[in-house]
């Protein structure tokens, strides 16, 4: 069982820019694929940016050269650095680990960004 918890969200200005954390209860060192979601209102969750056990990394085209996903297996943590905000960034943004072949999600932490 891992257990995330996300913390990092709020409101911020286009332009702005947040870190979102994501703590989990296991040694993320023996978890595989960690990952930012987000879902907006209305619309289906979809995939910000991923990171494998290796450091690859994935993103979304969308926040390509914006956002900058990374991991520190010391604090099982992992962050999704955000900048340059646009309004269509907001949405609530869940951490996703994958372990042992089973998916975890974390509770989401809203983002807003005003224009």
């Known amino acids: 069982q891992v257990q995330l918890v996300e913390s990092g969200g709020g409101l911020v200005q286009a332009g702005g820019s947040l870190r979102l954390s994501c703590v989990a209860s296991t040694r993320t060192f023996s978890i595989n694929d960690m990952g930012w979601y987000r879902q907006a209102p209305g619309k289906q969750r979809e995939l910000v940016a991923d990171?494998?056990?290796?450091?690859?990394?994935n993103y979304a085209d969308s926040v390509k050269g914006r956002f900058t996903i990374s991991r520190d297996n010391a604090k099982n943590t992992v962050y999704l650095q955000m900048n340059s905000l646009k309004p269509e960034d907001t949405a609530v943004y869940y951490c996703?680990?994958?372990?042992?072949?089973?998916?975890?999600w974390g509770q989401g932490t809203q983002v807003t960004v005003s224009s």
């Open positions: 996703k680990a994958v372990w042992l072949g089973l998916n975890y």
């Open positions: 990171i494998s056990s290796g450091g690859s990394t």
